[in-house]
């Protein structure tokens, strides 16, 4: 089974811009469809932005015009773009895998917008 290792998260001011990265290991991410989810202090956890095969993305409106959702050319690896940071925008951060009925989450990274 595929899992999931995400990376990049951190401390940043508003208006800032980070990069995640997720790290498949254990088969390759062609054919999964691809996303991010994020869980906020004391809200549920909710998806950001998904990539299908045929790059087919969709974001949340939240996010939109702010965050990519992209997939390097090995396959093994997908980022989300986040700029233009806001403190609505801290949240833990996780991957997500899914290929038919299976599915994988990463860990999560911790994202946290405050001057």
């Known amino acids: 089974q595929v899992r999931l290792v995400e990376s990049g998260g951190g401390l940043v001011q508003p208006g800032g811009s980070l990069r995640l990265s997720c790290a498949a290991s254990?088969?390759?991410?062609?054919?999964?469809?691809m996303a991010w989810y994020r869980q906020g202090p004391g809200k549920q956890r909710e998806l950001v932005a998904s990539?299908?095969?045929?790059?087919?993305?969709d974001y949340a409106d939240s996010v939109k015009g702010r965050f990519t959702i992209s997939k390097d050319n090995s396959g093994q690896r997908v980022y989300l773009q986040m700029n233009s940071l806001t403190p609505e925008d801290t949240a833990v951060y996780y991957c997500?895998?899914?290929?038919?009925?299976?599915?994988?989450w990463g860990q999560g990274t911790q994202v946290t917008v405050s001057s």
């Open positions: 990539l299908a095969p045929g790059n087919f993305r």
């Open positions: 254990g088969g390759s991410l062609w054919m999964y469809t």
């Open positions: 997500h895998g899914r290929l038919g009925g299976d599915e994988t």
